[in-house]
């Protein structure tokens, strides 16, 4: 088995795979879309919202906001021994985002979130997306819990675009297009522990069974 970089740039990266067969490749693809935990506001608290826009749809928007991922730091809220419903300092990072409209209309963007509790490393991927625009006299307070979460719960966990192909030498190629989350190097080398986990715990069900037979 044999792996060559392709191609590299800012945001995706592309193997070439030699004596990897498509289904291998495609478990690799899955898990690297599915089973990559990456990170995302999970839980909103309106505090305050006068603008137009309905507290449903401020919070579906800023849920979509992909954040630069802390893996290392950080475990998946239903890995965490804490078992308290707002988390605690190893599974939840928490941001506070407050804006108010005086004289003239302004929009908030996802650089005014302000980091209440966490590591640094965790922010927006961009500071520009527009969240709402307030007119005179209206006020957004929130409070935002951000959290690692997988692709297979909701497509806001997705880590990326993840394509396989034929290459000209008759091996398969692996695109990785990273949202920013990770980069696409750990994306596919996350995907690969993930897959290595899976292929183990089937491994034991199986001698389980073997042995309980
Ligand atoms: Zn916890």
């Not at 802390?70 to 988390?87: F, H, I, K, V």
């Not at 922010?123 to 005179?136: C, E, H, N, T």
């Not at 522990?193 to 001698?207: F, Q, T, Y």
Request: one cysteine or more.
């Amino acid at each position: 088995m044999e792996v060559r970089v392709i191609n590299r740039d800012e945001d995706s990266l592309t193997l070439e795979l030699s004596e990897v067969n498509l289904s291998l490749a495609n478990a690799l693809r899955r898990h690297a879309i599915n089973e990559v935990p990456v990170m995302a506001v999970e839980e909103v608290l309106v505090m305050d919202n006068s603008s137009v826009v309905s507290n449903e749809v401020l919070v579906h928007r800023i849920s979509l906001i992909p954040f630069v991922t802390d893996l290392d730091n950080y475990r998946l809220p239903e890995e965490c021994d804490c078992n308290n419903r707002l988390g605690c300092e190893r599974c939840v990072v928490r941001f506070s985002l407050k804006a108010s409209a005086v004289d003239e209309v302004v929009t908030v963007y996802s650089r005014d979130m302000v980091l209440e509790s966490g590591t640094g490393i965790v922010r927006p991927v961009s500071g520009d997306f527009p969240i709402v625009k307030l007119a005179p006299g209206q006020t957004i307070e929130l409070e935002l819990y951000v959290r690692l979460g997988k692709g297979s719960k909701h497509a806001k966990w997705q880590s990326g675009i993840v394509t396989v192909y034929d290459s000209e030498s008759g091996g398969k190629r692996l695109y990785i297009e990273s949202f920013g989350f990770l980069s696409p190097e750990r994306i596919i080398t996350e995907a690969a522990k993930a897959l290595e986990r899976r292929v183990r715990d089937l491994g034991s069900a199986i001698e389980e069974v073997i042995k309980d037979g």
